[in-house]
T-cell receptor, first 113, second 113 residues
């Protein structure tokens, strides 16, 4: 069974640009969650999508957005990038039946210059 | 709000030493508790979980018991190996919160031969 796939793995952007990250969940999983990991703030929840609907949202500004497609693949977008957005962005998939057992991808490492 | 507090790292041990990583939580209701592990350059993997008070989660020689009276979920292993070197995260999930986990700051473990 293929795991969670995130693309791209690494990317470099400059301040003010926007970025789109992609996540393909495990086959059959309907929930996709996104997390931001930084040395200072640790792992912080961004949002969760279930069956194409945002089900939960963390405390991030509106520059962070996401969506989920009918095949459960998800994208997240960050607009007007700031230096502080440099982080590892992790995607996790699950069945969506809430025991919190998430399966994580290897992440997309974003560097903002 | 809900939160998780872990002992700070890094923790350095010799091979075959006993490991304890402390984790305490604050939550309303009856959360599920988890330990995730992150090996260098990889995403997070679920190590073990417990969904109700007095449950003991175990996997790969690691154990943790859900203690409601002390709001704790300490991770233990009787004899660590070099291959256990990683960052360990304690996390909680509120009932019906789906893919939203609240993580502790992580504890880096380094095991020396």
């Amino acid at each position: 069974k293929a795991g969670v796939t995130q693309t791209p793995r690494y990317l470099i952007k400059t301040r003010g640009q926007q970025v789109t990250l992609s996540c393909s969940p495990i086959s059959g999983h309907r929930s996709v969650s996104w997390y931001q990991q930084t040395p200072g703030q640790g792992l912080q929840f961004l949002f969760e999508y279930f069956s194409e609907t945002q089900r939960n949202k963390g405390n991030f500004p509106g520059r962070f957005s996401g969506r989920q497609f009918s095949n459960s693949r998800s994208e997240m977008n960050v607009s007007t990038l700031e230096l502080g957005d440099s982080a590892l962005y992790l995607c996790a998939s699950s069945t969506g039946q809430g025991t919190g057992e998430l399966f994580f991808g290897e992440g997309s490492r974003l560097t903002v210059l | 709000g809900n939160s998780v507090t872990q002992m700070e790292g890094p923790v350095t041990l010799s091979e075959e030493a006993f490991l304890t990583i402390n984790c305490t939580y604050t939550a309303t209701g009856y959360p599920s508790l988890f330990w995730y592990v992150q090996y260098p350059g990889e995403g997070l993997q679920l190590l073990l979980k417990a969904t109700k008070a007095d449950d003991k989660g175990s996997n790969k020689g690691f154990e943790a018991t859900y203690r409601k009276e002390t709001t704790s979920f300490h991770l233990e292993k009787g004899s660590v190996q070099v291959s256990d070197s990683a960052v360990y995260f304690c996390a909680l999930s509120d009932y019906n919160q789906g893919g939203k986990l609240i993580f502790g700051q992580g504890t880096e473990l380094s095991v020396k031969p």
